[in-house]
């Protein structure tokens, strides 16, 4: 089995197109070679606690082109059949206590469905991911314990685990998400086509067994 690290942040659009694409070349090849690992690593690392409102947020990085920024993310979900509710998303939260739960969840090997439940609340159900309350719920979603989620967000277990991951990441040379780190050496950048992947795992497993080729 080879590691793929995925450094993402469930709030990065483009890591939900990237995760999207990736799991759906996985589940073309149930024999793939990955073992899974989702990095802390934060789109927007200097939002403040409470995050911020997310027109104003989309004003502040593209400026007059705010009211087309979504299109690019729109087109890329369509074609995925990935049901965007945009309108509902009314804030861009904080990430670190999402990403300190996606730290837990990979103790308890739950971090995909975790990963899954955070983009799905954001993306498609507009939940506000810097509230302890959503993480429980999407926690206990994927097989974790909400109370002990709750009682852990509300100390500082593990933030400076998680910082330092990110940190060290940074110092590697990862700088945006989503990025990939193949078997602890190849970085692979952005959001991949399904048949990019598809191609990676023939590379390293061999061509799909003849049960599963279409």
């Given at each position: ?51 911020m ?7 502040a ?13 729109i ?18 939260p ?60 509300a ?60």
């Open positions: 089995m080879i590691s793929l690290d995925i450094f993402a942040d469930p709030v990065c659009p483009w890591s939900l197109i990237a995760k999207t694409r990736l799991e759906r070349a996985l589940a073309a090849r149930p024999d793939h070679p990955f073992i899974l690992v989702w990095q802390p690593f934060q789109l927007n690392p200097t939002l403040p606690a409470a995050g409102e997310r027109q104003a947020y989309l004003r990085r593209f400026g007059a082109g705010a009211s087309r920024a979504d299109l690019p993310l087109e890329a979900a369509q074609a995925l059949s990935i049901p965007l509710n945009l309108a509902a998303i009314r804030r861009v904080n990430t670190t206590d999402a990403h300190r739960l996606l730290h837990w969840a990979g103790l308890e090997g739950c971090q995909s469905a975790v990963m899954t439940g955070l983009m799905r609340g954001y993306w498609c159900e507009g939940r506000d991911l810097g509230q302890a309350d959503t993480l429980a719920a999407i926690a206990a979603d994927a097989g974790m314990d909400p109370a002990l989620v709750r009682r852990l967000l100390t500082d277990a593990d933030r400076d685990t998680v910082a330092a991951r990110e940190a060290h990441a940074r110092e590697r040379g990862i700088d945006a998400t989503p990025s990939f780190v193949l078997g602890n050496d190849y970085v692979i950048a952005g959001a991949q086509d399904e048949a990019f992947w598809s191609d990676v795992i023939a590379d390293l497993a061999g061509p799909a067994p003849a049960e599963t080729r279409h």
